[in-house]
């Protein structure tokens, strides 16, 4: 098992910058590839970023390309979510994921391949 928190959400303006942590507990030992998700309201949960398990590949929807930058901190069981020049539109709770790595370019982007989650966090972008 492996249990994962995730932090630093909040109530921010358009333009500015937020970034979440997800710390992971458990069974960390293992080797895990890592993803970010997000639910708006009404919506159904989206991908955001993923990074694969040595860290050596990361995944970005094409909605927060440039602006988000997904990292990892094996040493500290956390992976991060640095989020720039925020829109009102990436208000949502955001969800940090875990799944065991394996099949990469054909997982990363899908919930349903992800075997643990976060409870979430709210990021609000008022304009």
């Known amino acids: 098992q492996v249990q994962l928190v995730e932090s630093g959400g909040g109530l921010v303006q358009a333009g500015d910058s937020l970034r979440l942590s997800c710390a992971a507990s458990?069974?960390?030992?293992?080797?895990?590839?890592m993803g970010w998700f997000r639910q708006a309201p009404g919506k159904e949960r989206e991908f955001v970023a993923a990074?694969?398990?040595?860290?050596?590949?990361?995944k970005y929807a094409d909605s927060v390309k440039g602006r988000f930058t997904i990292s990892r901190d094996d040493a500290k069981n956390s992976v991060y979510l640095q989020m720039n020049s925020l829109k009102p539109e990436d208000t949502a709770v955001y969800y940090c994921?875990?799944?065991?790595?394996?099949?990469?370019?054909?997982?990363?982007?899908?919930?349903?391949?992800?075997?643990?989650w976060g409870q979430g966090t709210q990021v609000t972008v008022s304009s």
């Open positions: 994921a875990s799944k065991r790595q394996g099949y990469w370019s054909s997982s990363y982007y899908s919930s349903s391949r992800y075997d643990y």
């Open positions: 458990g069974r960390t030992k293992s080797s895990y590839d």
């Open positions: 990074i694969s398990w040595s860290g050596l590949s990361t």
